[in-house]
């Protein structure tokens, strides 16, 4: 009994024993198994790229396949999605593949891109009539790469995101290489290059390009270029690129509104630009800065300025400067309290609206006027008033010596306006009635000089009439009357004529002096008719 125990428990132990050495060969073996090779084996082998189309449309494609026409920038049919991929990367690959049915088999290698150590490999097969075509990377070798799902996914969205928003851009996008040859473009670049044909299932290929641009060019700053559209009215772009390693990226934002309103505002400037050359009056606009940055051509003749002083675009003070060396300006007493005077007008005219009138040495007169312009810009006009203020001098002259004359008669007069206000007066007048007519600031209409009249003197109808007078419609006469001033008894002439404008003339001639008993003044008193002659 003692000896089946035992040979069972000898059994066991050889069995364990085993086991156990089994497990450490196993070990030893994996372990020396480290390596690339080693690590490669621990994925799967995934499937290849690989397309089956019957012409340009897809019979047949493998998983990566379907999945790379997928991540095609735009809806297209699947041999444009495909052409997207590969033209670009594979020089003359459509003139290669009318070769096929004649090879039976191509193998083309793409173009060095940029971050990649290697270059993508194409084998084309003709296969019962249908080409069976392969894409290879040699740094997978066509088993993939394993990325957690949810990264992928994140990465897909992203993708999404990004497609999404090229193909809703208002604005052109699109890349070229270092040939010009665009190797990829938004939905707006290929709408507007007309690449799609009768539908948008299928693409030209290579794109057009839209705008002409050369080597130097392509690496300057932004700049304006000139879309045709054949019937359609030109189009305008700003074109901004951006250098890359091998080729550009090129942005046109559209630029229609913007040269639509430089060119307003190219014809308004030069709508005035006219004008002001044509005013008499100079014109001088000075900036914020108070540097001059326009002027027109009768500001030289004004000041007498050389065009070439005016066209270096001197500051104010300059400007006054020189006005001063040219006696172009009131003759200053010392050129602090100038220096002063000018500051003062440079500051009234940024403040608001100031004029000033200056007497050259020359005896001319000009007008200067300043007046405040946006972003704290001031202007300065000049106006030579040399005949304006002769004129008005002349008047004066004119107007005093008529007065003067009026002064030396005898006869009292007073001139009323149509409207009844007095106009105009001598100084016999004022003698006659006691008033001061120069020197009065109370306006005086022919109402006020009646009651003045009847208030002085016995009653009479020629008030009356004379009050009337300037109410009268149509023709009007001559009215003569005299009367007696209570104060001392003078009897006076009295004349209403009209005159041409509806004025009237009043005159007054004392004629001596009457003295009354009560009986007489009674009689005197009673209403007399009024002698109204013909005008």
Not at 329 to 346: G, I, N, V
């Amino acid at each position: 009994m003692q000896i089946e125990i035992f040979q069972a428990m000898l059994i066991v132990a050889t069995s364990v024993g085993s086991s156990l050495l089994a497990l450490l060969l196993l070990s030893m073996v994996s372990a020396r198994k480290t390596g690339p090779d080693a690590r490669v084996a621990t994925h799967p082998v995934l499937e290849q790229t690989v397309f089956l189309f019957d012409d340009q449309d897809l019979v047949d494609a493998t998983g990566p396949a379907r999945a790379l026409l997928e991540a095609s920038p735009m809806a297209l049919s699947d041999w444009a999605r495909f052409l997207a991929f590969v033209a670009p990367r594979f020089d003359g690959f459509e003139a290669v593949m009318l070769t096929l049915a004649e090879r039976g088999r191509i193998e083309l290698v793409s173009k060095p891109e940029e971050g990649r150590r290697t270059q993508i490999k194409l084998i084309a097969e003709e296969v019962n009539g249908l080409a069976r075509l392969t894409l290879i990377d040699p740094e997978a070798e066509g088993r993939g790469v394993l990325v957690d799902g949810l990264s992928q996914r994140a990465l897909e969205d992203e993708l999404d995101l990004m497609r999404l928003t090229l193909d809703r851009a208002p604005t052109l996008i699109w890349r070229e290489d270092e040939t010009g040859t665009i190797t990829w473009a938004n939905r707006a670049y290929v709408l507007r290059s007309g690449a799609f044909a009768e539908t948008e299932e299928a693409m030209l290929w290579p794109l057009p390009r839209l705008f002409q641009m050369d080597e130097n060019a392509r690496h300057t700053g932004p700049r304006r270029l000139r879309l045709d559209d054949g019937d359609q009215r030109a189009a305008w772009f700003d074109c901004h690129s951006f250098p890359m390693d091998k080729g550009a990226l090129h942005f046109a934002l559209p630029a229609d509104s913007t040269v639509r309103a430089e060119k307003a505002l190219r014809d308004f400037v030069q709508t005035l630009t006219k004008t002001f050359a044509d005013l008499p009056i100079g014109l001088a606009i000075f900036d914020r800065s108070r540097q001059l940055q326009l002027f027109n051509p009768a500001l030289i003749d004004l000041t007498q300025l050389g065009t070439d002083f005016l066209s270096n675009r001197p500051t104010l003070y300059a400007f006054l400067d020189r006005l001063r060396e040219a006696r172009m300006m009131p003759e200053p007493k010392d050129y602090r309290s100038w220096r002063l005077k000018m500051t003062e007008l440079e500051q009234a005219a940024a403040a608001g609206f100031h004029s000033e009138t200056w007497m050259l040495p020359s005896g001319q007169t000009y007008r200067v006027t300043g007046r405040p312009h946006p972003d704290g810009a001031v202007a300065f006009l000049f106006e030579d008033i040399s005949s304006e203020v002769s004129l008005t001098r002349r008047f004066r002259a004119e107007l005093e010596q008529g007065q003067e004359i009026l002064d030396m008669m005898s006869e009292a007069v007073a001139v009323f306006q149509p409207s009844g206000e007095l106009t105009a007066s001598n100084a016999a007048y004022d003698r006659l009635w006691g008033v001061e007519t120069d020197t009065s600031l109370r306006r005086t209409t022919i109402l006020d000089a009646v009651r003045l009249w009847q208030g002085k003197c016995d009653g009479s109808d020629l008030w009356a009439s004379a009050r009337g007078f300037n109410n009268r419609i149509g023709q009007r006469s001559l009215i003569e009357g005299t009367v007696r001033r209570r104060e001392d008894g003078m009897m006076i002439g009295c004349r209403f004529a009209p005159m041409t404008g509806g004025a009237m003339m009043a005159s007054f001639l004392p004629k001596g002096v009457v003295t009354l008993d009560p009986h007489s003044r009674a009689i005197f008193d009673e209403e007399r008719p009024v002698k109204v002659l013909a005008s």
